[in-house]
């Protein structure tokens, strides 16, 4: 099974050579490597040259963007600066962090759960932090949940859903999307992937309303909108965010600002988040 993987990076250079490492020493090692260095104005460059002059599968592509570091738009266009300079001839298809130290079996350990059920259209670990001298689960969001910092995605699932949406949000999305094609998800709790640096650690003051933005693109509705921002702004342990969150979807109402998924896609999304909602919350599901 053929394992492409983009890596966008920007100022990583404390983490990118233990990200390269780890994907080297795989037991089923990837055919292609992308590192997208974005902007950066640390040694990020030097360090991943080094790997691709000793490994020809190890690619560096040079790219100049905004140093502002909004969350999905900036990582997504990256993103596509590597996915142009790569054929068609991948079987799965990962977007990854250049923050990740994976397990030396992360790889062949996917392929084992995409081999074996041809409807698994994505497959991930689990990211831990470290905390105190141990390595805990970054405990976010859901265990069904695939983090934006490790997706792996059947060929033919990606291209079902469109491939990846440069907004904020895409993580969430792409999800969605693959269940509303009739994909299934696979998390693998033996799968422990080390997460460098805390998720959101350097976005900045703007970013904090493109959540409820988000949220409004992904054709949530109000009522799913304000359940998913108490309930996100709980996780986070702030209320501040949780108005930031409301304040967000209402601009992005108010400015009609462009849907990321059909109306139809919409509708199988609402459902599928009451549901979940239903269950969250009064632990059943009604048909």
Same mark, same amino acid.
């Given at each position: 099974?053929?394992?492409?993987?983009?890596?966008?990076?920007?100022?990583?250079?404390?983490?990118?050579?233990?990200?390269?490492?780890?994907?080297?020493? #795989?037991?089923?090692?990837?055919?292609?490597?992308? /590192? /997208?260095?974005?902007?950066?104005?640390?040694?990020?460059?030097?360090?991943?040259?080094?790997?691709?002059? &000793?490994?020809?599968?190890?690619?560096?592509?040079?790219?100049?963007?905004?140093?502002?570091?909004?969350?999905?738009?900036?990582i997504?266009?990256?993103?596509?600066?590597?996915?142009?300079?790569?054929?068609?001839?991948?079987?799965?298809?990962?977007?990854?962090?250049?923050?990740?130290?994976?397990?030396?079996?992360?790889?062949? #350990?996917?392929?084992?759960?995409?081999?074996?059920?041809?409807?698994?259209?994505?497959?991930?670990?689990?990211?831990?932090?470290?905390?105190?001298?141990?390595?805990?689960?970054?405990?976010?969001?859901?265990?069904?949940?695939?983090?934006?910092?490790?997706?792996?995605?059947? $060929?033919?699932?990606?291209?079902?859903?469109? $491939?990846?949406?440069?907004?904020?949000?895409?993580?969430?999305?792409?999800?969605?999307?693959a269940?509303?094609?009739?994909?299934?998800?696979?998390?693998?709790?033996?799968?422990?992937? $080390?997460?460098?640096?805390?998720?959101?650690?350097?976005?900045?003051?703007?970013?904090?309303?493109?959540?409820?933005?988000?949220?409004?693109?992904?054709?949530?509705?109000?009522?799913?909108?304000l359940?998913?921002?108490?309930?996100l702004?709980? &996780? &986070?342990?702030?209320?501040?965010?949780?108005?930031?969150?409301?304040?967000?979807?209402?601009?992005a109402?108010?400015?009609?600002i462009?849907?990321?998924?059909?109306?139809?896609?919409?509708?199988?999304?609402?459902?599928l988040?009451?549901?979940?909602?239903?269950?969250?919350?009064?632990?059943?599901?009604?048909?």
């Open positions: 099974m053929n394992f492409y993987i983009i890596i966008p990076a920007h100022n990583e250079a404390s983490s990118i050579g233990l990200t390269l490492d780890s994907l080297v020493k #795989q037991t089923l090692q990837p055919k292609r490597i992308v /590192v /997208v260095n974005d902007n950066s104005t640390d040694d990020t460059q030097d360090i991943v040259e080094g790997y691709s002059a &000793k490994y020809s599968w190890i690619q560096l592509v040079n790219s100049k963007s905004s140093n502002e570091h909004l969350p999905g738009s900036k997504i266009n990256a993103f596509y600066k590597g996915y142009e300079t790569l054929d068609e001839r991948y079987d799965v298809l990962c977007k990854f962090d250049a923050d990740l130290i994976f397990p030396s079996n992360y790889l062949e #350990q996917l392929a084992i759960h995409f081999t074996a059920d041809k409807h698994i259209g994505m497959a991930a670990g689990f990211c831990y932090i470290e905390k105190n001298g141990a390595w805990v689960l970054e405990n976010l969001t859901r265990k069904d949940h695939i983090r934006g910092a490790l997706k792996a995605y059947k $060929k033919d699932c990606f291209l079902q859903i469109g $491939k990846l949406k440069p907004s904020m949000g895409w993580d969430t999305v792409d999800e969605l999307l269940k509303f094609y009739g994909w299934k998800l696979v998390t693998d709790e033996s799968l422990h992937v $080390k997460h460098l640096k805390p998720t959101g650690i350097s976005y900045n003051k703007a970013s904090k309303y493109l959540q409820g933005e988000a949220m409004y693109k992904m054709r949530y509705g109000f009522f799913i909108t359940i998913s921002a108490l309930k702004a709980y &996780k &986070k342990g702030s209320f501040i965010l949780f108005k930031d969150y409301l304040a967000g979807y209402f601009k109402k108010k400015n009609k462009d849907f990321l998924i059909t109306e139809e896609e919409g509708e199988f999304i609402r459902n988040r009451l549901k979940g909602l239903r269950k969250s919350l009064f632990g059943f599901n009604k048909p």
